[in-house]
């Protein structure tokens, strides 16, 4: 399994941004943040292959959150814009998923159990 680190949370008002980033033993096919809420379910937030083919969870995501990656650092950064309290969630770092073709493009997947690979998450507090 790949060892993954986060860092990058922390507490901010409405509006404001935070660039959150994970640390990986080794670089997968695939990397994934997910959020998870207290008393909601996991859901993935954007997923990024090895050759920067990016998976957003819906529009709303692909406008205020982009995913990126350095590969000599084995890094993989969230930067999030425009945050909204109802961002508020513990934020995951995910490796280990396969690629999934969709014709001629290989992409992540956004399913949590698509990931074999789990970091100990990052504290995102958005208030109003």
């Known amino acids: 399994q790949v060892q993954l680190v986060e860092s990058g949370g922390g507490s901010v008002q409405a509006g404001g941004s935070l660039r959150l980033s994970c640390v990986a033993s080794?670089?997968?096919?695939?990397v994934a943040w997910f959020r998870q809420a207290p008393g909601k379910e996991r859901e993935g937030v954007a997923a990024?292959?090895?050759?920067?083919?990016?998976?957003h969870l819906d529009e709303s995501m692909r406008a205020r959150f982009t995913i990126s990656q350095d590969n000599a650092k084995n890094t993989v950064y969230l930067q999030m814009n425009s945050l909204k309290p109802e961002d508020t969630s513990m934020y995951h770092c995910?490796?280990?998923?396969?690629?999934?073709?969709?014709?001629?493009?290989?992409?992540?997947?956004?399913?949590?159990?698509?990931?074999?690979?789990w970091g100990q998450g990052t504290q995102v507090t958005v208030s109003s």
């Open positions: 990024i292959t090895r050759d920067d083919y990016i998976t």
């Open positions: 080794v670089m997968t096919d695939c």
């Open positions: 995910a490796a280990g998923a396969s690629l999934r073709a969709n014709g001629p493009i290989w992409s992540c997947p956004l399913r949590k159990d698509a990931y074999n690979s």
